[in-house]
Nanobody, 124 residues
Framework: QVQLVESGGGSVQAGGSLRLSCAASGRTFSTYAVGWFRQAPGKEREIVAA????????YYADSVKGRFTISRDNAKNTVYLQMNSLKPEDTAVYYC?????????????????WGQGTQVTVSS
């Protein structure tokens, strides 16, 4: 069982930065792949970024490449999402999720555990 708690969301102006954190419970968290997803009002949930269990492999959606960076610190059971050059279209609730696999997972159905989400609002 893995429990995930996101933090770091908030309101920022366009061009600003935020760093989201996903803190996990469970001694086996380091064996899970982790992803960040987001869902904007009236839109479907989409993957933003994902990272393998070791951190050696990552995936980014085209819309965030070059602006967002996913990383993890397994000693702290925490995964981060550094978001730079934020745009109004990045406004959404951001969720972290853990998949019981070592490689990067990009499909929501691969993820077994989800956090409650944290709101990110970017104003123009």
């Amino acid at each position: 069982q893995v429990q995930l708690v996101e933090s770091g969301g908030g309101s920022v102006q366009a061009g600003g930065s935020l760093r989201l954190s996903c803190a996990a419970s469970g001694r086996t968290f380091s064996t899970y792949a982790v992803g960040w997803f987001r869902q904007a009002p009236g839109k479907e949930r989409e993957i933003v970024a994902a990272i393998s269990w070791s951190g050696a492999s990552t995936y980014y959606a085209d819309s965030v490449k070059g602006r967002f960076t996913i990383s993890r610190d397994n000693a702290k059971n925490t995964v981060y999402l550094q978001m730079n050059s934020l745009k109004p279209e990045d406004t959404a609730v951001y969720y972290c999720a853990a998949a019981p696999r070592r490689g990067v997972a990009v499909v929501g159905g691969d993820y077994a555990y989800w956090g409650q989400g944290t709101q990110v609002t970017v104003s123009s």
